[in-house]
Nanobody
Framework: VQLQASGGGLVQAGGSLRLSCAFS????????MGWFRQAPGKEREFVAT????????RYTDSVKGRFTISRDNAKKVLYLQMNSLKPEDTAVYYC?????????????????WGQGTQVTVSS
């Protein structure tokens, strides 16, 4: 499996970004997907997850109401729409794929990882 994340950048607080993750190598619709992030000096943390169909999602509390995870199984792409961005959202964002249909929030539940895309939110 190959995952290619893109869409990061520098944005002012209150702004928006949409991250994308292109998936290849096996059947995308068989994989639950997730977004994680890692800030300098901190551990990688869960952001959002979505099941195989898009019918089930879960978010970490700090992004609820601001971020939306979605997927296009026909295009094999995972998205993360990020609105009302805050400086504390600054991190490298990683997409990840499970070998399961169902959502999960732990890093060890995901087998395949993308290379990460930097998101920087200025105050």
């Amino acid at each position: 499996v190959q995952l290619q994340a893109s869409g990061g950048g520098l944005v002012q607080a209150g702004g928006s970004l949409r991250l994308s993750c292109a998936f290849s190598g096996r059947t995308f619709s068989n994989a639950a997907m997730g977004w994680f992030r890692q800030a300098p000096g901190k551990e990688r943390e869960f952001v959002a997850t979505i099941n195989w169909s898009g019918g089930s999602t879960r978010y970490t509390d700090s992004v609820k109401g601001r971020f939306t995870i979605s997927r296009d199984n026909a295009k094999k792409v995972l998205y993360l729409q990020m609105n009302s961005l805050k400086p504390e959202d600054t991190a490298v964002y990683y997409c990840a794929a499970r070998q399961s249909l169902q959502i999960a929030i732990k890093t060890w539940d995901y087998r395949d990882w993308g290379q990460g895309t930097q998101v920087t939110v200025s105050s």
